[in-house]
């Protein structure tokens, strides 16, 4: 039950609903994936709403899809998801900010809407009915700072439970994924990660189609690895070919391989699982997370941008070198390692040719001004780099009309200058 405060106005049992989130978070450390929209739910009754419901970004991230709940239509109905470019939900999302939505009517119930995150790489957003707009009129109120722990518990259990069933991988799918990108998202890491040393933010498209590009990256201590990949082809055979190269460099990475010997161990192991008949571009990075040091392998890849003040600098240039498995390479001569020392804010971009080199449906390519100019806009915008992933995204789609004739990935990582190294 609630409270009454002096004034009249409602506030929270915070005795219960300390309980209750203590109880969200011993259940859903044990839940079903099905089962957390009625725990959450159920949470958040305690915390003196009416109703709350979650909604998954889909793989294009331009909808967030509910997740059936208690009180939602029955399965057979398919939830109408929510379009991030023109609703409040969808402005939350871009904006990592927590907003409430109250209608017209004097006294009516209120909306919140909450991020929810793995860390920093965004599941979606969390909406609160409250049954009266003065609980959350103050940030700092109780019930705020309740729901904001309620969100924070929720998207932790959504990254947790994931793992154990398919209703909340479904729910961010609104066209089927080919088998080809169903292996490639297999592969992924969290397409964005942020912390005070470093931040790393992915794209690929076509997203439910997607087969032959794949990007990854590893952060460690004082150090992050990334790596991207263009794999000859398209379809299965293409998606095959990233398993193994993604494969080979997690294994040299993991074995504590020196950048020359990682990209020797991915070009023998597609050689010998191809036998050079397939072939993948790639770019294999270093940067010192305490220094801004950067090292990087370029095999036959588009070379990477350094971007200084929303501007480009240059191009990232090594010498020519052939392409990971293609069998024509002296297994004994060294890679070549480009080397760039980097300045507080810098961003480094990464890309495949798809990115910049796909036509639109007149002709006119995307191009790397086009792509640079979108980041600068972005990061002149004081967005995060996730965000300026996505809108860089949508924009790549839009050129070629929804169509892409060959992946598209990108991977951007931004270096904020020494800090904590712990």
């Given at each position: 039950?609630?409270?009454?405060?002096?004034?009249?106005?409602?506030?929270?049992?915070?005795?219960?609903?300390?309980?209750?989130?203590?109880?969200?978070?011993?259940?859903?450390?044990?839940?079903?994936?099905?089962?957390?929209?009625?725990?959450?739910?159920?949470?958040?009754?305690?915390?003196?709403?009416?109703?709350?419901?979650?909604?998954?970004?889909?793989?294009?991230?331009?909808?967030?899809?509910?997740?059936?709940?208690?009180?939602?239509?029955?399965?057979?109905?398919?939830?109408?998801?929510?379009?991030?470019?023109?609703?409040?939900?969808?402005?939350?999302?871009?904006?990592?900010?927590?907003?409430?939505?109250?209608?017209?009517?004097?006294?009516?119930?209120?909306?919140?809407?909450?991020?929810?995150?793995?860390?920093?790489?965004?599941?979606?957003?969390?909406?609160?009915?409250?049954?009266?707009?003065?609980?959350?009129?103050?940030?700092?109120?109780?019930?705020?700072?309740?729901?904001?722990?309620?969100?924070?518990?929720?998207?932790?259990?959504?990254?947790?439970?994931?793992?154990?069933?398919?209703?909340?991988?479904?729910?961010?799918?609104?066209?089927?994924?080919?088998?080809?990108?169903?292996?490639?998202?297999?592969?992924?890491?969290?397409?964005?990660?942020?912390s005070t040393q470093v931040a790393v933010a992915g794209l690929l498209e076509p997203a439910y189609d997607v087969a032959g590009d794949s990007i990854d990256y590893a952060v460690d201590p004082g150090v992050v690895h990334l790596a991207i990949f263009d794999g000859m082809g398209h379809g299965l055979r293409s998606a095959q070919l990233a398993i193994l190269a993604m494969s080979a460099y997690r294994n040299a990475r993991r074995s504590g391989r020196s950048l020359t010997t990682t990209a020797s161990d991915v070009d023998q192991a597609v050689e010998a699982g191809f036998g050079g008949e397939a072939y993948t571009t790639s770019v294999?990075?270093?940067?010192?997370?305490?220094?801004?040091?950067?090292?990087?392998?370029?095999?036959?890849?588009?070379?990477?941008?350094?971007?200084?003040?929303?501007?480009?600098?240059?191009?990232?240039?090594?010498?020519?070198?052939?392409?990971?498995?293609?069998?024509?390479?002296?297994?004994?001569?060294?890679?070549?390692?480009?080397?760039?020392?980097?300045?507080?804010?810098?961003?480094?971009?990464?890309?495949?040719?798809?990115?910049?080199?796909?036509?639109?449906?007149?002709?006119?390519?995307?191009?790397?001004?086009?792509?640079?100019?979108?980041?600068?806009?972005?990061?002149?915008?004081?967005?995060?780099?996730?965000?300026?992933?996505?809108?860089?995204?949508?924009?790549?789609?839009?050129?070629?009309?929804?169509?892409?004739?060959?992946?598209?990935?990108?991977?951007?990582?931004?270096?904020?200058?020494?800090?904590?190294?712990?």
């Open positions: 039950m609630s409270e009454v405060d002096p004034a009249g106005a409602s506030s929270v049992d915070m005795a219960r609903a300390e309980r209750a989130l203590d109880d969200l978070l011993d259940r859903g450390g044990a839940a079903a994936p099905h089962q957390l929209p009625r725990l959450v739910d159920d949470a958040a009754l305690a915390l003196g709403a009416v109703a709350a419901v979650i909604h998954l970004v889909d793989l294009q991230q331009v909808a967030l899809t509910p997740l059936p709940g208690p009180r939602q239509p029955p399965a057979t109905q398919r939830p109408t998801p929510l379009a991030i470019d023109s609703t409040i939900a969808g402005r939350v999302y871009q904006h990592d900010e927590v907003i409430a939505q109250a209608t017209s009517d004097a006294g009516a119930p209120v909306t919140v809407w909450l991020p929810l995150r793995d860390g920093a790489d965004r599941l979606g957003v969390l909406a609160v009915a409250l049954p009266e707009p003065s609980l959350v009129e103050d940030a700092d109120s109780p019930t705020s700072r309740l729901l904001r722990r309620l969100a924070a518990i929720t998207g932790d259990l959504i990254a947790q439970r994931s793992r154990y069933g398919d209703s909340i991988i479904a729910a961010t799918r609104t066209t089927e994924v080919t088998l080809a990108a169903e292996i490639q998202w297999g592969l992924l890491p969290p397409l964005t990660f942020e294999l990075a270093q940067l010192d997370t305490d220094t801004g040091y950067l090292r990087w392998v370029n095999a036959g890849h588009p070379e990477p941008l350094l971007l200084r003040g929303g501007a480009l600098v240059r191009s990232l240039h090594t010498g020519p070198d052939l392409p990971f498995g293609i069998g024509l390479r002296e297994s004994d001569a060294p890679y070549e390692v480009g080397s760039e020392q980097l300045q507080p804010g810098d961003h480094v971009l990464f890309y495949t040719d798809g990115v910049v080199e796909g036509h639109a449906p007149g002709g006119e390519q995307f191009g790397v001004e086009r792509l640079v100019d979108l980041l600068a806009r972005n990061v002149a915008d004081n967005l995060s780099a996730a965000e300026s992933m996505r809108r860089v995204g949508r924009a790549l789609v839009a050129h070629h009309s929804a169509h892409l004739a060959d992946d598209a990935s990108i991977l951007l990582v931004h270096w904020p200058g020494p800090g904590d190294g712990q």
